[in-house]
């Protein structure tokens, strides 16, 4: 449980760490937009009181959202303790860092602090994300792919792809 913990942590520290240094030093919130490599990256301000992609936006589910993200974040990681894989480590810390990352932002801020920005080939994205969101949907990726490793160790005769031949 204390690696997990402590990868956690170091998740949640990297994701106050972007957010102190973008936001608030360089202070994006009052500049609003700063071109990184254009027209590729950019830092662009945007408060998200939803989830991903601004969903449920305009629904106020502030503390809703809070205590969701610290049961999953709890559960995660009593589930993982038990789990020997690094990766599982790893990802689970990592989910659990970034969710209570975002959880941070919406009690203190009252909304998440997104500023990252990607566009390419002439299409404009109209939405932000933020470190701990990298970490949530990269934490959950690798937990799917080392749950699936893990079954495979315990079950020989587990496919690789798709049914059993």
């Known amino acids: 449980m204390i690696r997990i913990a402590i990868t956690s942590f170091l998740a949640f520290?990297?994701?106050?760490?972007?957010?102190i240094i973008i936001v608030d030093w360089l202070n994006l919130i009052s500049v609003q937009t700063i071109p990184v490599f254009p027209p590729y990256l950019s830092f662009v301000m945007a408060w998200n009181k939803g989830v991903n992609f601004g969903f449920l936006n305009s629904f106020d589910a502030r503390w809703l959202l809070v205590a969701i993200s610290i049961v999953v974040s709890l559960a995660l990681m009593s589930w993982a303790r038990n789990k020997s894989g690094w990766v599982l480590i790893l990802a689970s810390g990592?989910?659990?860092?970034?969710?209570?990352g975002n959880a941070y932002d919406r009690i203190v801020y009252g909304a998440v602090a997104d500023y990252i920005n990607v566009s390419c080939c002439g299409i404009n994205n109209p939405y932000s994300f933020n470190v701990a969101d990298v970490l949530i949907f990269g934490g959950a990726i690798f937990l799917a792919l080392g749950y699936e490793?893990?079954?495979r160790?315990?079950?020989?005769?587990a496919?690789?792809?798709?049914?059993?031949i």
Do not use: H, T
């Not at 990592?94 to 209570?100: K, M, T």
């Not at 496919?159 to 059993?164: A, E, F, K």
């Open 94 to 100: 990592a989910v659990a860092g970034g969710a209570l």
């Open 159 to 164: 496919p690789i792809r798709g049914g059993r």
């Open 153 to 157: 160790r315990g079950d020989p005769a």
């Open 13 to 19: 520290g990297l994701d106050r760490l972007s957010k």
């Open 149 to 151: 490793a893990e079954k």
